[in-house]
């Protein structure tokens, strides 16, 4: 009896139902991933830009090396 639903109208139409709120959603879904996906692409655009000028926090030039101020040396074994 559950078999001769789906040959029916009813049961053609629950089909059609489903695959086309499916379509619709995976449709929808793969928009918004696209969205994120170019917003995430500018982000690291804008990123990558900013890197060429140097970090925030780098040394300005005229602060000598840490080198230069503690020379590093080497332990004594004994």
């Keep these: 009896m559950l078999a001769l639903f789906w040959v029916t109208r ?6 059609d139902a489903d695959a086309h709120n499916q379509a619709t959603t995976y449709a929808a879904l793969a928009r918004a991933l696209r969205a994120d996906n170019d917003a995430l692409q500018a982000d690291l655009a804008r990123v990558l830009a900013l890197a060429d000028t ?3 926090n780098s040394a300005s030039w ?10 590093f040396r080497r332990a004594k074994l004994a």
Excluded: C, E, H, K
Aim: net charge positive; glycine share 10%.
């Design 54 to 56: 140097g970090a925030a």
């Design 62 to 71: 005229r602060v000598l090396p840490m080198a230069t101020v503690l020379p």
């Design 10 to 15: 009813w049961g053609q139409s629950v089909v």
